[in-house]
T-cell receptor, first 112, second 112 residues
Framework: QQQVKQSPQSLIVQKGGISIINCAYE??????FPWYQQFPGKGPALLIA?????SEKKEGRFTISFNKSAKQFSLHIMDSQPGDSATYFC???????????FGTGTRLQVTL | EAQVTQNPRYLITVTGKKLTVTCSQN?????MSWYRQDPGLGLRQIYY???????DKGDVPEGYKVSRKEKRNFPLILESPSPNQTSLYFC???????????FGDGTRLSIL
């Protein structure tokens, strides 16, 4: 049972464009929603995270949008750069940042 | 430099031959965990540890053992590896259960 569904599986965006990755969750008890970025040969690294008391969080070019009623959250990467090419994972947890349930990942390629 | 170190990074072995993947962190973190990453499934938690001598099962613990005798080390033990344990494994740590996790660079295991 996939508790966090992530789409698309892969995404190609031109340099300067907006990359959008979506996640949907089933468990309404989830209260922490991080996004991780993973480069080849490396472990995932925390990119940005949100708790459900806010609908949006922005850090530089990265924004999380959160829709509690729809049980969905998304990552927007503005002005996408080739250096953003990586695999992105959404995740969710209950009451802790440690017991994470991950989505299946999105491989992003930003072309010149 | 703060880091989570896994060894080995790559291993090819045969069914039934016991193996241990070591994980060490130099950040004095209380919380450590192991994940496996498989295509189309994202990361799934195998075991976690809240502190020394305190371990618990994650989502996919079958076929694995762990121990936490020292705060800095959290080895993953495969007593009798099988081909379905061929995967990419990540160790992670965090200061406590409410802090983001820092991931190691992964161990790719192939079990023939």
């Amino acid at each position: 049972q996939q508790q966090v569904k992530q789409s698309p599986q892969s995404l190609i965006v031109q340099k300067g464009g907006i990359s959008i990755i979506n996640c949907a969750y089933e468990n309404t008890a989830f209260d922490y929603f991080p996004w991780y970025q993973q480069f080849p040969g490396k472990g995932p690294a925390l990119l940005i995270a949100i708790r459900p008391d806010v609908s949006e969080k922005k850090e530089g070019r990265f924004t999380i949008s959160f829709n509690k009623s729809a049980k969905q959250f998304s990552l927007h990467i503005m002005d996408s750069q080739p250096g953003d090419s990586a695999t992105y994972f959404c995740a969710a947890s209950i009451g802790t940042a440690s017991k994470l349930t991950f989505g299946t990942g999105t491989r992003l390629q930003v072309t010149l | 430099e703060a880091q989570v170190t896994q060894n080995p990074r790559y291993l090819i072995t045969v069914t039934g031959k016991k193996l241990t993947v070591t994980c060490s962190q130099n950040m004095n973190h209380e919380y450590m965990s192991w994940y496996r990453q498989d295509p189309g499934l994202g990361l799934r938690q195998i075991y976690y540890s809240m502190n020394v001598e305190v371990t618990d099962k994650g989502d996919v613990p079958e076929g694995y053992k762990v121990s936490r005798k020292e705060k800095r080390n959290f080895p993953l033990i495969l007593e009798s590896p099988s081909p379905n344990q061929t995967s990419l494994y990540f160790c992670a740590s965090s200061r406590d259960r409410n802090q983001p996790q820092h991931f190691g660079d992964g161990t790719r295991l192939s079990i023939l």
